[in-house]
């Protein structure tokens, strides 16, 4: 074994004692991921169930009464009766209810003598995930009851064409299944960030980085003392993300179990070089921690696509994105369980990210210096 062979496993055996005796590092690399995953995971839900909705019926009838029950039956809405509209406009704006409908005059009679009858549909809007629920929901339901009664009445459906929904990847249109695959990616890019950035501010903080400047070793060898053993710790942390994605939150797994380690492994790598990076201007383990928080965990929170949809965004800040490794990640993680192995997704993506781990893991070699100033 060649010298700078010995002194490299020399480096990553003190790692490992390192990592051994002080549990904080496991910490970050295992019960990190898995409290933030099972925080968000049962506290981010973009699924709405059991929405507040009145109904008023100036005069009930069995014809009403059957529009209704679609709402009564839907596991969407908590229905409550008013009996006017007043009365339910005095709750939306308490806040009581998000949205009612509101049946006028005969209806029954109206729909008897072959007209249309007055609905009425009023929404809050300041919930606006709640008032699209409502608003499609009610203009699909009265299709669907206009279509059933000129049915009944062996008239021609008002609808000519019949919409047969079939939803891809999502059959459910479970929001976790969408959520816990990003939540992933932005949970592994604080990780990964924390165990480099954390572990060498501490190790400056006690002077044992000091001691290691002034021994033969090189730069290079000191950066992958540092990589190899969090990298496989940040690779454990990953894996166990998965398993509590797939077999606690029932996230399907439809992809390529090697494709997903390649692209976690690049994805890492990336991290763990933007924590190096940040270890070459932080030296202290709060500052370290602020600036992995502000630079790594927030925008791969906003700006990954986790939640806000990237071509939403301004045209500037879609390009900003470009620079988030977590933006990729992302997207393979997302393509990886809920789609497959979709290669026109993928390699764009792993590509992205290789380039990504080259850059930072580059700019980390080139900032650091082996000198104390």
């Known amino acids: 074994m060649s010298g700078g062979a010995m002194r490299l496993a020399g480096l990553i055996r003190k790692e490992v004692l390192q990592i051994l005796r002080d549990p904080s590092s496991l910490a970050i690399a295992f019960i990190l991921p898995a409290m933030l995953l099972l925080l968000?995971?049962?506290g981010v839900s973009l699924d709405a169930r059991h929405v507040g909705l009145g109904i008023v019926t100036d005069q009930p009838s069995a014809a009403a009464a059957r529009f209704t029950a679609q709402f009564r039956q839907s596991p969407y809405f908590a229905p409550r009766d008013f009996s006017s509209a007043a009365a339910a406009q005095t709750a939306l704006n308490n806040g009581r209810i998000d949205g009612f409908i509101w049946m006028q005059g005969?209806?029954?009679?109206?729909?008897r003598a072959g007209k249309s009858p007055a609905i009425g549909e009023f929404v809050d809007g300041i919930n606006a995930n709640n008032a699209r629920l409502i608003e499609n929901y009610v203009q699909q339901s009265w299709a669907n009851w206009l279509a059933q009664q000129a049915a009944q009445a062996g008239a021609a459906s008002p609808f000519?064409?019949?919409?047969?929904p079939r939803i891809w990847f999502n059959p459910e249109v479970s929001s976790r299944d969408y959520l816990v695959p990003g939540?992933?990616?932005?949970?592994?890019?604080?990780?990964g960030a924390l165990l480099t950035a954390l572990v060498i501010a501490r190790e400056w903080e006690r002077g044992t980085m000091e001691a290691l400047m002034v021994t033969p070793v090189s730069v290079a060898e000191i950066l992958l003392s540092k990589i190899i053993p969090y990298f496989l710790l940040g690779m454990g942390g990953?894996?166990?993300?998965?398993?509590?994605?797939?077999?606690?939150?029932?996230?399907?797994?439809?992809?390529s179990l090697l494709v997903l380690t390649l692209a976690s492994a690049l994805f890492m790598l990336a991290a763990l070089g933007m924590g190096l990076l940040i270890s070459t201007v932080a030296k202290n383990q709060f500052v370290a921690g602020q600036i992995a928080i502000i630079t790594t965990f927030l925008p791969a929170f906003i700006l990954s696509g986790f939640i806000f949809d990237i071509s939403s965004m301004p045209g500037a800040i879609q390009l900003i994105t470009h620079i988030v490794a977590a933006?990729?990640?992302?997207?393979?993680?997302?393509?990886?369980?809920l789609a497959g192995t979709v290669w026109a997704v993928v390699l764009p993506n792993l590509f992205a990210l290789l380039v990504m781990a080259v850059l930072f893991l580059g700019l980390a070699r080139r900032a650091t210096r082996k000198r104390l100033d």
């Open 40 to 42: 968000f995971g049962y």
């Open 106 to 111: 005969d209806f029954s009679r109206q729909m």
């Open 160 to 164: 000519p064409i019949g919409v047969q």
């Open 183 to 191: 939540l992933i990616a932005v949970i592994m890019t604080l990780t």
């Open 238 to 255: 990953m894996a166990l993300s998965v398993l509590i994605a797939v077999f606690l939150f029932g996230v399907p797994l439809h992809g």
């Open 327 to 337: 933006r990729y990640f992302v997207a393979l993680l997302q393509t990886l369980f």
